[in-house]
């Protein structure tokens, strides 16, 4: 199973709300990413777990809080949402912590902030 | 800072011939990645590539890495309309704690009949 899944797909969400975007892979990984994409533009890293715990952050707002709660799941936490912030969500994992290893990608979740 | 830096940045080409996507990076590093996306759809990766002379084929694509000349490239043999697509490439910077990858800008490929 070679496989990383997003829930949700499509989410439409005001300025004042909290939400979460969910990412869960199976495959064992034991790094987890998730980017930002805006439209024909490439991926924006922004945060990247190593073991559960965060290694990178690129110096991403505080609007969006990551977690890893175990090795499979990884989510994102939204809140106070700007609409510039509207993008497709993308999460990703790789098998190892040093290089030489793929990224699998998610499907990834489209954002509409209103 | 690190670039990347891809061109194209559009491309489009007839079915049935040839053509070179070129990825150029800023820094030392040997480990290039090559990523196909389809609208609306995520990235799929196409090619790994771990060391100076590098070189991958799958099916009508070959990748490459000179990472003397921090180059990379993507050739495309015989076009078909299924390769229609963004290819990305992208640079990994990260030190042995995590991967940190540089995206290229894209190549939006077309592929006409």
């Known amino acids: 199973d070679t496989e990383v899944t997003q829930t949700p797909k499509h989410l439409v969400m005001g300025m004042t709300n909290k939400k979460s975007l969910k990412c869960e892979q199976h495959?064992?990984?034991?790094?987890m990413y998730w980017y930002k994409q805006k439209a024909k533009k490439p991926p924006e890293l922004m945060f990247v777990?190593?073991?559960?715990?965060?290694?990178i952050n690129e110096s991403v707002p505080s609007r969006f809080s990551p977690e890893c709660p175990n090795s499979s799941l990884l989510n994102l936490h939204l809140h106070a949402l700007q609409p510039e912030d509207s993008a497709l969500y993308l999460c990703?994992?790789?098998?190892?912590?040093?290089?030489?290893?793929?990224?699998?990608f998610g499907p990834g979740t489209r954002l509409t902030v209103t | 800072e690190l670039k990347v830096e891809q061109n194209p940045l559009f491309l489009s080409m007839q079915e049935g011939k040839n053509y070179t996507i070129y990825c150029n990076y800023s820094?030392?590093?040997?480990?290039l990645y090559w990523y196909r996306q389809d609208p609306g759809k995520s990235l799929e990766s196409l090619f790994v590539?771990?060391?100076?002379?590098a070189v991958k084929q799958e099916g009508r694509l070959m990748a490459s890495l000179d990472t003397k000349a921090r180059l990379s490239t993507l050739h495309i043999t015989a076009a078909v309309h299924d390769l229609s697509a963004t290819y990305f490439c992208?640079?990994?910077?990260?030190?042995?704690?995590?991967?940190?990858?540089?995206f290229g800008q894209g190549t939006r490929l077309t592929i006409n009949p």
């Open positions: 990703a994992s790789s098998q190892g912590l040093a290089g030489g290893h793929e990224q699998y």
């Open positions: 495959m064992g990984h034991r790094a």
């Open positions: 777990y190593s073991y559960e715990k965060l290694s």
């Open positions: 820094t030392t590093s040997d480990r």
């Open positions: 590539l771990l060391s100076n002379g």
């Open positions: 992208a640079v990994d910077t990260g030190n042995q704690g995590a991967q940190k990858l540089v």
